[in-house]
Structures are given as C-alpha cells and as structure tokens.
C-alpha cells in the first residue's frame, strides 16, 4: 500500500520540484558519493561550486586517488570539518587500489568505506542503483515530524528508531532514488526550519503539525551543544619574503592544514611588552636583539595587533589574532623549519581564521 504522504510527496516532485543542482539525477556512484560527502554539514549553496570544482579537477576515483592530500585539502578549504576530506581521500585510494576502482553496489559494502555512514550509503545506494533504501536526515526528521505530529525528540535512540521506521514504511520502493531526493528537496525548499511554505504546501490537509497549529514546535530536540571557548595568538614570524608555516598534528581541530606559529591562551589579554618576552625568551628562547617587533609601541602596549577575528565550530567557538615578527637572522631554533614564500603561502591549506586575515589586513603589513 502507497502511504497518502508518499503519494502527495510524488505528485508534488512531478509538478513543482524545479530545484536545479549539478549531481541531480546522477548515476555515476563515483559523483554521487562527493556529493554527499561535500553536502556533509554544508549547505547545498556553498556545496555547489566545491562539487564542481572536484569533478573537474577530480573526474574520475582514480584521479583523486592519485592526488597529493595536500592539493585536495587546498581544494577542500573553506568548508571545515577536515576529516570528511581526509576519509574521502582514504576510500578513494582504497576503491582505486582495493576494488580496482570499482564502487560498491550494495549497502553494505558502502558502509565499509570510511566516511560513509548509513544515510550516505542510503543515498548513493537509492540514487545510483535504486535501492530501496530511505534517506534520514534533518531534514527528514522535520517533514515526518511535522506531517505525522511526531512528539518523540530527534536526538534520542527511542526517536531515531522510530523515525527510521516511518521513513522505511514511506519510501516507494521502486522509485527510491527519485523519492529520496523529492524528500531532501521539499524539506530544503517547502518544509523549511523557519517560514515553512505552508500556506501553498500539497500535505497541508493531512499535516497533523499544520491542522493543530505545532508547526513551528516541531521537531523536538532535547540535547543542546555546549561550545567550548578558545582564544589564538598566531605569531606570524617573516625573514627576507618568507613565513614560518606548521603543519598541525591531529588528533585536533584542523589536523593536517597549516597554521603560523600559535600560542594558545586562556584569554586575549593586552599584547604587552611583558607577553611577548614570556612567548618569545621564555617559550622559544629568542632574545629582543633577533628580532623587530613590527607594530605600533603605545606605552609600553603594543597596540596595533591585528583585529581579532572570529569563527564558530560546531563544539568550539574560536578568537584569533595575528602579531606580525620580523627577523633579521633566522634563529637557531627555527633552522630547520618550514619557511615559504608568498606565492608558496597562498598554495597551502589554511583553516577558515587564518585565511580571513590572509586577506586586506596581510597584504597591508606586506607592503610596509
């Protein structure tokens, strides 16, 4: 029996879902699977000109095997979450080098690649080889919630069975892929998180949210993300039309992009003559004579650090500023470091924050 949701869902699809996007009604498992990894916590607007960078760049799982990490990092830049990149390059290499290049072609062994999770298997299934095989995500979570009156909170075991039960009893089965994608894009573009299209929307007679008045109560989640404060001082340490640049560890955020020099502190407090002594003599062991300070000197504060700037993961909340060290000698300790040129600077994977300054405020301090 066709559940009346996945019938008005259909009709809708066939009549009004005019959403354009590059990967829609894609075969290759290949695309399909960047895609979705790319769409991974980013919005499909942003997602955009990333897929189609990496297609291009990237046509084939063979291609993007063969990469050098860092190149694909540099084209990954800008949409964080940097493990989901890395995961993308470990299964490429392993479908490339394991299964010839071959993608699977069951669920099951989709779930083996690493990165891929059950919605992802769910959607490369349905969509390449049209398996009957539902797609759960938030925005699933909040038309079923909605259309069935679902009380139960989206963050919990109990809620997320159950959803995942209503999602498998809707899908039509001969037409997953086309299903599964008329259900992402009616919850991108009808069933909306805020300003919800209901007055035009096809389910309305039969949303249990609308004919109750709830629709701006549902879904219900019960778990709130703390984020956790963290304050940088990136010492941008220059020597004759080089930069000192550190590869990060993992095991962090950002683990394997590039980073100047960074001191982390509980606080942004005043860069004093006093602070730079206690990183610079006490932390790295470089006396004042190594180096110059390149700012602004007001009473004994130097005040012309660059501004402090901001970014907002999803469990961290970061401040960042930039204190710009010239010296005229490379220091003993620093021998051995990664020093790189401007041109070479601008070929490496930075993190959001540093490549906001690597921007007017940089260019600025170039020039003088």
């Known amino acids: 029996m066709t559940h009346a949701f996945t019938q008005l869902l259909l009709k809708w699809n066939t009549a009004s879902n005019h959403r354009p996007m590059p990967w829609k009604g ?8 960047l895609s979705e990894i790319i769409l991974q916590q980013t919005r499909v607007e942003q ?4 897929y189609e960078k990496f297609v291009n760049t990237y046509p084939t799982v063979h291609d993007l095997a063969n990469a050098k990490e860092e190149k694909v990092l540099k084209l990954w830049e800008g949409l964080g979450y940097y493990n989901r990149c890395k995961n993308l390059i470990f299964s490429a290499r392993y479908i490339s080098k394991k299964l010839n290049g071959v993608f699977p072609n069951n669920y099951e062994s989709l779930l083996n690649l690493k990165g891929v999770g059950p919605y992802t298997a769910a959607a490369i299934a ?10 759960v995500d938030g925005n699933v979570f909040r038309v079923l919630a909605r259309f069935y009156g679902i009380h139960s ?7 997320i069975t159950l ?3 209503i999602a498998d009893e809707n899908l039509s089965k001969k037409q997953a892929g086309i299903y599964n994608q008329a259900l992402m894009d009616f919850g991108a573009t009808v069933c909306k998180p805020s300003t919800p299209n209901c007055a035009d929307c096809i389910m309305q007679k039969k949303c249990v949210a609308f004919l109750n008045n709830q629709v701006n109560q549902l879904p219900i989640k019960v778990k709130s993300i703390t984020r956790k404060k963290r304050y940088f001082d990136f010492f941008c340490f220059y020597n004759k039309g080089k930069w000192l640049v550190q590869k990060r560890l993992e095991g962090d955020i950002w683990g394997g992009l590039y980073q100047f020099y960074l001191n982390e502190n509980k606080s942004l407090a005043p860069v004093t003559v006093g602070y730079l002594n206690e990183v610079l003599a006490h932390q790295l062991g470089i006396s004042a004579k190594e180096l110059t300070v390149h700012l602004k000197q007001t009473k004994g504060v130097y005040a012309s650090v660059s501004p402090i700037y ?5 469990h961290q909340f970061l401040q960042a500023r930039f204190i710009l060290i010239k010296f005229d000698t490379i220091p003993t300790l620093f021998a051995n470091a990664l020093w790189v ?3 070479q ?20 301090w170039c020039k003088t």
């Open 47 to 50: 997602g955009w000109a990333y």
């Open 341 to 343: 040129n401007q041109k």
């Open 345 to 364: 600077l601008k070929q490496l994977p930075f993190p959001k924050i540093i490549n906001q300054f690597l921007g007017e405020d940089f260019i600025n």
């Open 153 to 159: 909170p989206t963050d919990t075991p109990q809620g």
């Open 163 to 165: 959803f995942n039960k």
């Open 26 to 33: 894609e075969k290759d498992p290949y695309k399909i699977w």
């Open 310 to 314: 901001h970014q907002a993961l999803t």
């Open 126 to 135: 349905s969509f390449a080889y049209n398996l009957p095989y539902a797609v």
